[in-house]
T-cell receptor, first 110, second 114 residues
């Protein structure tokens, strides 16, 4: 059983489109995150939710909107995609900061 | 603000040689410290963590790390590197408060010579 699963694994789309990435965890953790990893492998936190409540919202364009329907799910919706949004997006869940990561979604905007 | 520095962008070692990856942090209190490994095309896997207590912590795959408060460091070590250890290594620092924020260093790429 995969602990943190993200779908899709790859996403290729045109500029201006809207897309969503889904994340589910079966670890029973209270906290979930979205991270963006750029081409230089730098990991930047985007959002953090704790018990479905938004805790961290870093300086991310408001084209990015997370949604947590329940503790086990944290989805990421992106509007009006831009070339600079191309990256690998990682979902993670944690208990006391010990984080478990999904496999990542490689988003390519063309 | 908390931050993490990994001064080495990449390190090359021979298989069987020892390894030390450096990590320095900036934080106003005792941090929670972590090392993660990322193999190509994969997510991040936790190697080890430090919360409190013994400053030398053991992790998976034969890795260990030592917390040195006086140097604000949490360096990762392995006595004998295997070819399968080639990957990207990330140090992370966090605090358990209302922010639940986990901040990562820029990573060190480990290359292993046969």
């Amino acid at each position: 059983d995969t602990a943190v699963s993200q779908t899709p694994k790859y996403l290729v789309t045109q500029m201006g489109n809207d897309k969503s990435i889904k994340c589910e965890q079966n670890l029973g953790h209270d906290t979930m995150y979205w991270y963006k990893q750029d081409s230089k492998k730098f990991l930047k936190i985007m959002f953090s939710y704790n018990n479905k409540e938004l805790i961290i919202n870093e300086t991310v364009p408001n084209r990015f909107s997370p949604k947590s329907p329940d503790k086990a799910h944290l989805n990421l919706h992106i509007n009006s995609l831009e070339l600079g949004d191309s990256a690998v997006y990682f979902c993670a869940s944690s208990q006391a900061l010990e984080a478990f990561f999904g496999q990542g979604t490689r988003l390519t905007v063309v | 603000a908390q931050s993490v520095t990994q001064p080495d962008i990449h390190i090359t070692v021979s298989e069987g040689a020892s390894l030390e990856l450096r990590c320095n942090y900036s934080y106003g209190a005792t941090p929670y410290l972590f090392w993660y490994v990322q193999s190509p095309g994969q997510g991040l896997q936790l190697l080890l963590k430090y919360f409190s207590g013994d400053t030398l912590v053991q992790g998976i795959k034969g890795f260990e790390a030592e917390f040195k408060r006086s140097q604000s460091s949490f360096n990762l070590r392995k006595p004998s590197v295997h070819w399968s250890d080639a990957a990207e290594y990330f140090c992370a620092v966090g605090r358990v408060d209302s922010s639940y924020k986990l901040i990562f260093g820029s990573g060190t790429r480990l290359l292993v010579r046969p």
